[in-house]
Nanobody, 116 residues
Framework: QVHLGESGGGLVQVGGSLRLSCKAS????????MQWYRQAPGKERDLVAR????????NYGESVKGRFTISRDNVRRTVYLQMNNLKPEDTAVYYC?????????WGKGTLVTVAS
């Protein structure tokens, strides 16, 4: 059974940093691209960042380019999201995501709150 478990969220001041982690189990982690999404209150879930299975390619949403960095450790089966220079509009629940074996899997999310 595939399980994605996020951690690292919390309350941070404007301009601060957080590092999110997502530990995966139940799948051959190094075969699959991984994504971070976020959903702010009253808004749709949006793609934040994506990383390819072999760490070679990354993509970012326009609003986080230059501030967020996605990375992964295939030995630890973990994907990370380093978030710097946080803004109030980054406040959201952040979700880990992958598509494996033709199915989409989500974690339960971790809340990031940026206080101004």
């Amino acid at each position: 059974q595939v399980h994605l478990g996020e951690s690292g969220g919390g309350l941070v001041q404007v301009g601060g940093s957080l590092r999110l982690s997502c530990k995966a189990s139940g799948l051959k982690f190094n075969l699959y691209d991984m994504q971070w999404y976020r959903q702010a209150p009253g808004k749709e879930r949006d793609l934040v960042a994506r990383i390819s299975s072999n760490n070679a390619d990354t993509n970012y949403g326009e609003s986080v380019k230059g501030r967020f960095t996605i990375s992964r450790d295939n030995v630890r089966r973990t994907v990370y999201l380093q978030m710097n220079n946080l803004k109030p509009e980054d406040t959201a629940v952040y979700y880990c995501n992958t598509v494996a074996r033709g199915r989409e899997f989500w974690g339960k999310g971790t809340l990031v709150t940026v206080a101004s």
